[in-house]
């Protein structure tokens, strides 16, 4: 069973950063898979911020190029298997619950749909 934990969530003014993490487990390693981040605000669709492939591979939306980077600790031989996000020069737009996505047919998709293992999302609060 596949399982994704975030941390790292928190406040911070505009103009800071923060960086989230997600714990991995139940994996099989030796097979492709793609995981991303994403995000969603009341009363807005989730709206994918990247994603990374096991080949290493990343795409990021508009929204977040040149301020985000997506990166992964994750192998069978990793102590840590975790998904990480640094987020620069947060904006007040940046404002939403930030999920973990994982599938493990290393297609990567680029709506929620495609993503069938999720973390329960925390919340990342930027102030003007």
């Known amino acids: 069973q596949v399982q994704l934990v975030e941390s790292g969530g928190g406040s911070v003014q505009a103009g800071g950063a923060l960086r989230r993490s997600c714990a991995v487990s139940?994996?099989?390693?030796?097979?492709?898979?793609?995981m991303g981040w994403f995000r969603q605000i009341p009363g807005k669709e989730r709206e994918r911020v990247a994603r990374?492939?096991?080949?290493?591979?990343?795409?990021?939306?508009?929204f977040v190029k040149g301020r985000f980077t997506i990166y992964k600790d994750i192998s069978k031989d990793s102590p840590k298997n975790t998904l990480y996000l640094q987020m620069n020069s947060l904006t007040p737009e940046d404002t939403a619950m930030y999920y973990c996505?994982?599938?493990?047919?290393?297609?990567?998709?680029?709506?929620?749909?495609?993503?069938?293992?999720w973390g329960p999302g925390t919340q990342v609060t930027v102030s003007s």
């Open positions: 139940g994996y099989t390693y030796s097979s492709p898979y793609c």
């Open positions: 990374i492939a096991s080949d290493g591979g990343t795409r990021y939306a508009d």
């Open positions: 996505a994982a599938n493990d047919g290393g297609y990567c998709a680029t709506g929620p749909d495609g993503y069938t293992f």
